[in-house]
């Protein structure tokens, strides 16, 4: 069983920068992978990227792409969500959760609490 907690989300202003982090406990990070999602008010939850803690192969969505880098620690277990250029339609709530390469936008386990990223204009 993985347990997963995610932090680092803030309020910026457009064109700022946050980096999140999703703190892994439970099982080696090396043998499963993790993506990210984010919820905005009165939408749907959607996915945003993902990496496989074994290959180090990442997957991104097309409105984040060039923006937005996934990555991981493995000695930490942790994964990191670094955001650039954001824009007022990034705000959002972010989660992180296990996947499944090769189909890395489907969520495997439980959500947890987030982390609430606000882009002001």
């Known amino acids: 069983q993985v347990q997963l907690v995610e932090s680092g989300g803030g309020w910026v202003q457009a064109g700022g920068s946050l980096r999140l982090s999703c703190a892994a406990s439970g099982r080696t990070f090396s043998s499963y992978a993790v993506g990210w999602f984010r919820q905005a008010p009165g939408k749907e939850r959607e996915f945003v990227a993902a990496i496989n803690g074994g290959s180090g192969a990442t997957y991104s969505a097309d409105s984040v792409k060039g923006r937005f880098t996934i990555s991981s620690d493995n000695a930490k277990n942790t994964v990191y969500l670094q955001m650039n250029s954001l824009k007022p339609e990034d705000t959002a709530v972010y989660y992180c959760?296990?996947?499944?390469?090769?189909?890395?936008?489907?969520?495997?386990?439980?959500w947890g609490q987030g982390t609430q990223v606000t882009v002001s204009s």
């Open positions: 959760n296990t996947v499944l390469f090769p189909f890395p936008q489907r969520p495997r386990g439980s």
